[in-house]
């Protein structure tokens, strides 16, 4: 592989660019949930194995973070969240099977010695794949590996859920175009912009773990429904904050890393598979003793993000409602119990949290 140590950053930044936009496009072409994320990601990636020595500046990873932090929020409306408590005894019962089969396959993943102990149960979370992937960052895990191990599960998830959604109902599958550039609100892009770089000062002043992630998406939700914002999040803004997240975990990859995630593939592709059926019979318990219908009960528990189960269900004939609801009560949780699910798992099921350090895998 060719070595970019001898080239200037703005050399190296050309390389990547030239790397990422094409990449991008290409998988904004096929529709894939997360492309504008996954093509940074590769492209930084091919840059440090390169031996590119660029990194994105932590101010501008954590703005991003306020940025996703905001997104999120901004799909956490009064309307789902009457869904949620409507229905919450369902909704809890199936997100918590969901939760201890995923903890289960961590837990299973890092006994196993396939990847180290927390970076195997954060990897396995279903969930909004960036969030998953920052909040292990923050508590310790190895945010390489568990990006590694989210978005395959990501590409998985959506090839099996696309390939359910098109059989069970042919015809389906259209999608609105974007609109890269809508007409933009002065004052509302103003009040996000202050809520992504409100996060990182507080996050950090107040030792808030994942801060500038998390204070924006709490804030940004109660001043959204209350309505004293409207939070404003054009396409364009969202691509270079989802490109900056992309490049920052991409250009911190090693070759060992690489060659420990090729090791693992085949058994984290088999968790992965297990879980997906896992989660079609709590889908088929909904179906079964709730009246759900099939499509509906099996997006809603597929473990995808609830970013791509919404791509998938709006253009599907389904309750994509309950289908949010769903992948959005499972975030919630898990946003909550998640660290400190993952800290109990480690400690007291015979999993060291540093099981392989990355560092020191033999090539």
Not at 51 to 78: D, H, N, Y
Request: with cysteine; glycine share 10%; charged share 10%.
């Amino acid at each position: 592989m060719i070595s970019l140590a001898h080239l200037r950053p703005w050399q190296q930044w050309l390389i990547f660019l030239g790397i990422a936009a094409p990449l991008t496009a290409v998988l904004q072409l096929i529709r894939l949930p997360a492309g504008t994320l996954l093509g940074p990601m590769i492209a930084a990636i091919l840059v440090a194995l390169s031996a590119g020595t660029i990194r994105v500046p932590e101010l501008g990873f954590k703005a991003a973070q306020g940025v996703l932090g905001c997104l999120i929020a901004s799909g956490l409306s009064g309307p789902i969240l009457g869904d949620i408590l409507r229905d919450w005894p369902l909704l809890l019962g199936s997100v918590l099977g969901v939760l201890v089969a995923s903890s289960a396959i961590g837990w299973f993943l890092a006994r196993n010695r396939v990847l180290p102990g927390t970076t195997a149960i954060w990897g396995s979370y279903p969930g909004a794949a960036a969030a998953m992937c920052l909040m292990a960052d923050a508590f310790g895990a190895d945010i390489r590996l568990v990006s590694f191990m989210q978005y395959w599960r990501v590409l998985l998830v959506v090839a099996t859920a696309s390939t359910v959604a098109r059989i069970w109902t042919p015809g389906t599958g259209i999608v609105p175009e974007i609109v890269w550039f809508p007409p933009l609100a002065p004052a509302s892009f103003a009040a996000t912009l202050g809520l992504c770089a409100l996060g990182p000062v507080l996050g950090d002043r107040l030792r808030i773990p994942s801060g500038a992630m998390l204070v924006p998406l709490v804030l940004g939700m109660a001043l959204q429904d209350s309505g004293i914002i409207t939070l404003s999040l054009p396409p364009w803004f969202l691509v270079v904050s989802f490109a900056v997240v992309g490049a920052s975990i991409g250009l911190r990859f090693t070759r060992n890393i690489v060659f420990h995630a090729a090791r693992a593939l085949p058994r984290v592709t088999a968790a992965i598979i297990v879980l997906i059926a896992i989660c079609s019979g709590f889908g088929w318990m909904l179906t079964h003793f709730a009246g759900i219908d099939p499509l509906t009960a099996y997006l809603a528990t597929s473990p995808g993000g609830a970013d791509s189960m919404a791509i998938i269900a709006a253009s599907s004939p389904v309750d994509v409602p309950f289908v949010m609801a769903l992948q959005t009560a499972r975030f919630i949780i898990i946003l909550i119990a998640g660290p400190g699910l993952a800290r109990l798992i480690a400690r007291h099921g015979g999993v060291p949290p540093d099981l392989v350090p990355p560092e020191r895998i033999a090539t």
